[in-house]
């Protein structure tokens, strides 16, 4: 039989409980906006009397009230996996994505102020020189157009080796997030074990390892183990980044490219600092890597933009060259090299400055006007007029700038519907994560009240409880005195 006084501790026991459980509901609810946290339950359990009783024994006593067993940490490691996975792919289509529009500015086709409207001004240019060749005023025009045309070509070149220089120091950035993250993440991993090995709860140094897992996922595209313990192991590639309690760091190889031109004599190269092998990265780390690579989307789109440059001079200055100015001038070419004896690229193209200091050296016949003899001079406008039908040639320089132009935008458009894609599925797998780990407010509002009547029905008990004692111990024995 139960002791007279059992009912005070078995009350009491489920005042502890009740309390526990409001102080659980009030961390939820305080919680709620913080990023990474997750919903947490108190787990309760009946005190069993006869837990301890011997083999043959038997007793009539009820169980002797309630105990917390645990606060549960409502998380699903399924979709946890799940979600770091997605939103390293989110992010690597993100960052991709970005880069492509950033491109994209770059040319900023169509545009009345772009480089095939600044071509297209310089061929028409041309025309009228054709038509009024005796004439200065339509070629200091035409010379302009052609300057403004050099000096596009100049400014978007430029702007690809810019975005190739942010993009590069970008990722010494990136680097130095992921080796602190990756430090936090292992002192986070013996904190936990330690903690667990104690029967202590750690359950908030989970969240914040989560929040460092994630973010190592969309920089690196790691991955993550749990291992027994408690402790998780963190991958990048198929190479250990936190091993337990230990990590290892990733850097940029000294010597690597830091501007484009570099690309030719050394490669940007991502590696693990104590072995020198390549660091198989993924998420925004990874789409860097690409955009930078030699051979990459930066370094095509500057040699395509070279070729457009390359292909304007050499044709233009082939007919130039060939042809006659009204003063009887030759063999000059019409665009060079900031640098004589450079090729020609984008990024050094220029009009001769020859024909800006004397707009009567352009070319724009076929003959010599000088010419002694009638048949050999001639003055007219075909070299002009030739240069003018460049515009429609079909191995023109317009024609490989709108080829360039034409798969920058397709692959630009498949990035940003890939992005699109994956955004979509990442935000799916968050919504159901959320729907397990995340705070409910009307569910704490709901448990909240649970909670508060237990602990007034509680108290109610144990008043109970006393006013029987008051009755048997100051009461009792007194009839009749």
Do not use: C
């Not at 074990?193 to 929040?211: C, F, K, M």
């Not at 515009?391 to 360039?404: F, I, R, W």
């Amino acid at each position: 039989m139960g002791s007279t006084f059992s009912g005070l501790n078995t009350a009491l026991t489920s005042l502890y409980a009740q309390r526990r459980g409001l102080d659980i509901t009030g961390q939820n609810i305080a919680n709620a906006s913080t990023e990474g946290y997750t919903r947490q339950r108190v787990v309760m359990q009946a005190q069993n009397a006869n837990l301890n009783a011997g083999i043959y024994a038997t007793t009539d006593a009820v169980g002797t009230g309630v105990t917390v067993s645990s606060v549960q940490r409502l998380n699903n490691s399924a979709l946890d996996q799940r979600a770091y996975t997605e939103h390293a792919n989110s992010a690597y289509h993100n960052q991709r994505a970005g880069a492509y529009a950033l491109i994209e500015n770059v040319f900023g086709e169509p545009s009345d102020t772009a480089l095939q409207a600044r071509m297209q001004d310089m061929w028409d240019g041309w025309n009228a020189v054709s038509s009024n060749f005796d004439k200065a005023a339509p070629k200091s025009a035409m010379l302009e157009q052609a300057v403004t045309v050099a000096t596009t070509l100049n400014d978007a070149s430029q702007a690809l080796d810019n975005q190739f220089k942010s993009t590069r120091a970008g990722l010494d950035t990136y680097v130095g997030e992921v080796n602190k993250a990756a430090e936090s993440i292992a002192k986070l991993n013996k904190e936990i074990v330690l903690a667990t090995q104690s029967g202590l709860q750690a359950n908030e140094l989970q969240d914040q390892r989560g929040v460092q897992i994630l973010k190592l996922a969309e920089l690196a595209g790691a991955t993550a183990t749990e291992l027994p313990n408690g402790a998780i192991n963190i991958f990048i590639g198929s190479s250990p980044l936190v091993s337990e309690f230990d990590t290892r760091a990733i850097h940029v190889a000294p010597g690597s490219a830091s501007k484009m031109d570099e690309l030719a004599a050394t490669e940007v190269k991502l590696q693990w600092k104590d072995t020198g092998t390549a660091v198989a990265s993924g998420g925004q780390m990874g789409a860097n890597m690409e955009l930078m690579a030699r051979g990459g989307t930066l370094q095509d789109m500057s040699s395509r933009l070279d070729k457009v440059a390359g292909k304007l001079a050499e044709r233009v200055n082939d007919m130039h060259s060939a042809g006659w100015s009204i003063n009887g001038d030759t063999g000059i070419d019409f665009f060079v090299p900031v640098n004589a004896g450079d090729d020609i690229t984008a990024g050094n193209i220029k009009v001769n400055s020859a024909l800006l200091n004397d707009v009567n050296k352009v070319a724009v016949s076929s003959g010599d006007p000088r010419g002694v003899d009638t048949p050999t001079r001639i003055l007219d406008g075909k070299v002009a007029d030739g240069l003018a039908d460049l515009a429609d040639a079909k191995d023109g320089p317009d024609s490989e700038y709108q080829q360039l132009i034409g798969d920058l935008g397709v692959a630009a458009q498949s990035s940003m519907r890939r992005r699109d894609i994956q955004n979509a599925v990442t935000d799916q797998v968050d919504a159901t994560r959320d729907a397990e780990s995340g705070v409910n407010l009307d569910e704490e509002m709901t448990n909240l009240l649970t909670y508060q009547r237990g602990y007034e029905a509680s108290s109610r008990v144990l008043t109970t409880i006393d006013s029987m004692l008051d009755q048997l111990i100051n009461r009792t024995g007194l009839v009749g005195r």
